[in-house]
């Protein structure tokens, strides 16, 4: 199968057009948030404060990187478990986020959102952090340097490999591989 | 008696700390290769020659093998007749964290409260594990263990009647439920017996075997094969994209237990199973 290419900010079109299953190239901007940024994004729209960050149309990457060493754009950026960020993720849906890169299940409050939202969840590879890094060519703080590998980083990434895993028609990856190479019974 | 210094535990512990995080054992890597060669998923085999690719890349730049750098599990095995000189053991120990991981370039992942949440900012305190052991030598251990496949462990108090059924299941639904979290292909750790503590670190203790090593007792050997072969049934595959490789290795430990009791506690690990030792 023939990799997508996309590049954010993303387009409705671009969003659309993703199905579970593909496997996507990313070149462009994409934003890092944890936890403790996510709670602060949510904390602000709740307080209808301005973001640092414009929303609107980009990515959020699930990662704390590992320090740079000397030379180093980066240290290893693999991704972090997405479920930790379920409870503030349809909130940023409305502010205009279109894509989120992470690993692992998403809630099924998260995934109405990608559907009513018009987003898309993909998964980059757990633990291949080493050759995640490689694709990172810029990168800086953009906000909350406080929380040291947890603040908002802005990174450049060139050719980004990940699948999608939820797409905007309610496809969900992960449902799909289980039952198809699943021996076992579903009780 | 063995006079080891201070300094010297300091040393070999942010040795260790810097190998395993850069390193993945051969261990593993065999097992990477066996899972390539039995995933019969097109896009489950992409995933673990990624994966394979990825330890390559980390031990030829010596960069850390995932960006989760993990809490510095700290095993020590310290000989009855060992006398350790100019500080206590605990110190040095976290010196040596201290050290690896902010020369290693390794992420710090430890808060200080968890509920105030401040990192510590040099990934101390290390989870410290001290045995005393016959003999005049000190063994360290050093496991880094990240929290995405720690945070989908489970335990269970199991009454002695559920017996072997009871543990298989709850061994299974424990990976079920974990689907895709704990970065799969997992190495799946099983602590039977003891108490509610002793299960628990019987089951990430059985993490430090070589991966897919059988466990001595034959018995057990068999009900490991048992485990691995339901769990690799479930069809969770590499990275929970679908696939027949679901875990590496299953390791059950046991311990005698009280009369009234069974527990269970199921440890995950991911495919970067670290851990480096030095025996002084």
């Known amino acids: 199968m023939d990799n997508k290419r996309i590049n954010p900010p993303l387009s409705e079109e671009e969003v659309t057009a993703l199905r579970a299953g593909d496997k996507v190239l990313i070149s462009g901007v994409v934003y890092t948030a944890r936890d403790a940024a996510h709670q602060r994004l949510v904390h602000l729209l709740e307080q209808g404060q301005k973001l640092p960050i414009e929303l609107s149309g980009q990515i959020i990457y699930y990662v704390g990187p590992a320090p740079a060493k000397p030379g180093q754009i980066i240290g290893s950026a693999g991704p972090t478990t997405s479920s930790r960020m379920d409870p503030f993720t349809p909130q940023l849906l409305k502010a205009g986020l279109k894509g989120m890169i992470g690993k692992g299940l998403r809630s099924a409050e998260v995934r109405q959102a990608i559907k009513d939202y018009k987003a898309v969840y993909m998964a980059a590879l757990g633990g291949a952090a080493a050759l995640m890094a490689k694709c990172i060519t810029k990168v800086e703080v953009v906000a909350y340097q406080d929380l040291g590998t947890e603040a908002i980083h802005r990174l450049e990434v060139v050719n980004l490999p990940v699948i999608v895993v939820n797409d905007c028609l309610g496809n969900d990856l992960y449902e799909q591989g289980f039952l198809k190479y699943r021996l076992t019974p579903l009780h | 008696m063995k006079l080891i210094t201070y300094q010297t535990i300091v040393a070999e512990v942010k040795k260790l700390c810097i190998e395993a995080n850069y390193f993945l054992g051969d261990d593993v890597k065999t097992a990477l290769k066996t899972a390539w060669h039995n995933e019969i998923s097109p896009l489950g085999k992409e995933i673990l020659s990624a994966l394979y690719r990825n330890s390559l890349i980390a031990s030829e730049e010596q960069v850390p093998i995932c960006q989760d750098t993990g809490t510095a599990v700290v095993f020590l095995e310290i000989g009855q007749d060992v006398r350790i000189e100019g500080g206590y053991i605990y110190d040095a120990v976290n010196e040596g964290v201290r050290q690896g991981y902010t020369e290693g370039y390794l992420r710090k992942s430890m808060v200080n409260h968890p509920l105030c949440r401040r990192n510590t900012g040099d990934n101390t305190p290390a989870i410290i594990h001290a045995e005393i052991v016959p003999g005049n030598q000190l063994a360290i251990t050093v496991a880094p263990k990240g929290g995405g496949s720690e945070n989908m462990s489970a335990l269970a108090m199991l009454t002695p009647s559920a017996g072997w059924t009871g543990v298989k299941q709850f061994v299974i ?39 897919g090593s059988p466990n001595r007792d034959a018995e057990l050997a068999e009900l490991e094969k048992e485990l691995i072969k339901e769990i690799n049934n479930l069809g969770i595959g590499p990275q929970g994209f679908g696939g027949s490789v679901t875990a590496l290795a299953v390791h059950i430990e046991l311990y005698p237990c009280h009369i009234a009791s069974l527990p269970v506690a199921v440890n995950l690990n991911c495919h970067v199973a670290r851990h480096k030792s030095v025996i002084l």
């Not at chain 2, 424990?174 to 099983?190: E, H």
């Open chain 2, 173 to 211: 639904e424990t990976v079920r439920k974990a689907g895709a979290n704990p970065c799969p292909p997992l190495i799946v750790g099983v602590g039977i017996g003891g108490n509610f503590e002793k299960a628990a670190l019987l089951a990430k203790k059985s993490l430090l075997r070589e991966v």
